[in-house]
């Protein structure tokens, strides 16, 4: 029969195994919750699309349009031409060496229409915008003004989600599609003073090489990347417990989801359609 | 009338509401009183729908409220008229679309009466200036004032306070008092009213609740209140504590 003393390492092994499997199973049910919290948000904005459902708040959606679109406008500006230059510049060296100057707009062209321009402004947006959004309904929910909205008769999802997620989903689109345009005149600029290339050259590079589908296939990823912030940082926002500590953590946690969920979707789209 | 049977709720495994039972008779405002903590805010959130209960019902003139459908819900809220422990206004709106919010979504007035009422509201919490600042730019007690307009612009007939008073000095109480009395007296509203001023609604509440970790350790009018010999009661009631401080 064994004592007690030569049953103690074996006990304190069980306890770490316990403490392991806890610690597991609590990061398990977190993970499932904030999943399940996800699927059941865009659930609820898919019923309020449908159109016998059909239900946003005009003035706050036009109000979300401004704030999201128009005031995260010079940022995708000054973001595209450093991209669309950055392109030029790195390919540059390439294009010098083997003097294959009229590849250089097709080059620029096919990686930022295709994936730099829409991961960039799609990270760039969840940064300014996501965040922004996390951090707006999360206050709200911690001071009482969710809860406010709901003894007042008036539905969170109709009056604060559906505007938001709208106007995220058509300005992050419509970003994509001028800071696409802009990285090539950023691209066009700097292949002009820095590599000596003619603007000229670089347009009838960029439209004898780069197709529709490329500017599609960007565009495909800025919607389902708009959706995804829209849906993440307000699934964050909305679920916020504790305080001033609360909304910094679910800031936190919605920055992190958009930026897995911006790579994860350009992933699988790419390889989908490739 | 207002019906509470068997409320349980737990939070984190922990019991937070046990067994709670309660009536509130219709034009009649039931003081809610307790230490902190004891859950009186989340019993008032479960009364007006807005936390679900683990267990129990209320039940608001026969009807079952956490059996409705949300739209259903949504009407018996604009019944309902709710002002919120810590304000609750809407940061992204001024004082004067903060109180006209419940009107312009109900739909039913036109700009120029909701602008007559919003000032007429502003009036009777002494503020009658101060419609285009934002919460932000209003003291704790301004807030409280502005976020009670709100609860009443359209004098529901069932009004929840939480905590009416906190923060306001005695003569705004005192005024913010008057008006919960008038609302009363005027239309025969139903009210519910947690507050620690124990002096304060004294005289607006015709029935008394005491609740204490969870569960309600007195329930009567104003004579039985005085007249209770549970220790906790006759403590708040009196506002003295048989405890040494250091003790």
Redesign the interface.
């Known amino acids: 029969m064994t004592s007690m003393a030569d049953n103690k390492p074996m006990q304190k092994t069980a306890s770490k195994f316990m403490r392991l499997l806890a610690f597991i199973g609590k990061h398990f049910n977190d993970w499932a919750s904030e999943i399940g919290g996800l699927c059941l948000l865009t659930w609820q904005i898919f019923l309020n699309l449908l159109p016998w459902r059909w239900q946003f708040d005009g003035p706050e959606t036009w109000?979300n349009l401004y704030q999201v679109g128009v005031k995260s406008f010079p940022i995708v500006v000054v973001t595209a031409i450093l991209t669309g230059a950055i392109m030029v510049i790195q390919s540059g060296l390439y294009i010098e060496q083997y003097g294959a100057y009229g590849l250089l707009g097709w080059g620029a062209g096919y990686t930022i229409l295709r994936e730099i321009g829409p991961i960039l402004i799609g990270l760039m947006f969840s940064g300014r915008v996501g965040a922004n959004n996390t951090a707006e309904l999360g206050?709200?929910k911690v001071?009482?003004?969710i809860?406010?909205l709901?003894?007042?008769?008036?539905?969170p999802i109709g009056y604060l989600v559906m505007p938001r997620f709208l106007a995220m989903v058509i300005m992050l689109f419509l970003l994509v599609v001028i800071g696409d345009f802009t990285a090539l005149i950023g691209g066009a600029i700097t292949s002009q003073f820095l590599l000596g290339v003619n603007m000229k050259l670089f347009a009838a590079s960029v439209i004898a090489y780069v197709t529709l589908d490329d500017l599609f296939h960007g565009l495909i990823k800025a919607f389902i990347f708009g959706c995804a912030i829209a849906v993440i940082s307000c699934h964050f926002g909305l679920s916020t417990k504790g305080g001033a500590v609360g909304v910094g953590r679910a800031v936190n946690a919605s920055v992190v989801g958009s930026a897995i969920a911006i790579f994860l979707i350009d992933y699988l789209i790419a390889f989908i359609i490739n | 009338m207002i019906v509470v049977e068997n409320i349980c709720k737990t939070h984190l495994g922990r019991p937070v509401l046990e067994n709670v039972s309660l009536t509130i008779e219709e034009g009649t405002n039931l003081g809610l009183i307790g230490p902190g903590g004891a859950g009186k805010t989340l019993l008032l959130?479960i009364i007006?729908g807005?936390v679900k209960p683990d267990s129990g019902t209320v039940t608001i003139n026969g009807v079952d409220i956490h059996k409705l459908s949300?739209t259903e819900l949504?009407?018996l809220?604009?019944q309902?008229?709710?002002l919120?422990?810590?304000?609750?206004?809407?940061?992204?709106m001024n004082v004067f679309d903060n109180i006209a919010?419940?009107l312009r979504?109900e739909g039913k007035l036109s700009e120029d009466d909701i602008e007559k009422l919003v000032r007429k509201a502003l009036l009777d919490i002494s503020l009658p200036k101060i419609g285009d600042r934002f919460p932000n730019e209003l003291s704790g007690g301004m807030k409280k004032r502005v976020s009670f307009a709100r609860a009443i612009i359209r004098q529901p007939p069932i009004l929840f306070y939480d905590d009416p008073t906190a923060g306001l000095d005695p003569v705004t109480s005192s005024k913010i008092y008057l008006l919960l009395r008038a609302m009363q007296q005027e239309r025969g509203t139903t009210a519910v009213t947690i507050s620690h001023d124990i002096d304060g609604i004294k005289d607006i509440c015709d029935v008394f609740c005491m609740i204490d970790r969870g569960q309600i350790i007195f329930h009567g009018d104003r004579n039985a209140i005085e007249r209770c010999e549970i220790p906790l009661v006759m403590q708040f009631w009196r506002g003295f504590s048989d405890d040494d401080l250091d003790g």
Do not use: V
């Open positions: 109000r206050t709200m001071t009482d003004q809860d406010a709901r003894a007042l008769a008036i539905d | 959130k007006c807005l949300a949504a009407e809220r604009f309902i008229g709710m919120f422990q810590n304000y609750a206004l809407f940061d992204f919010f419940p979504q």
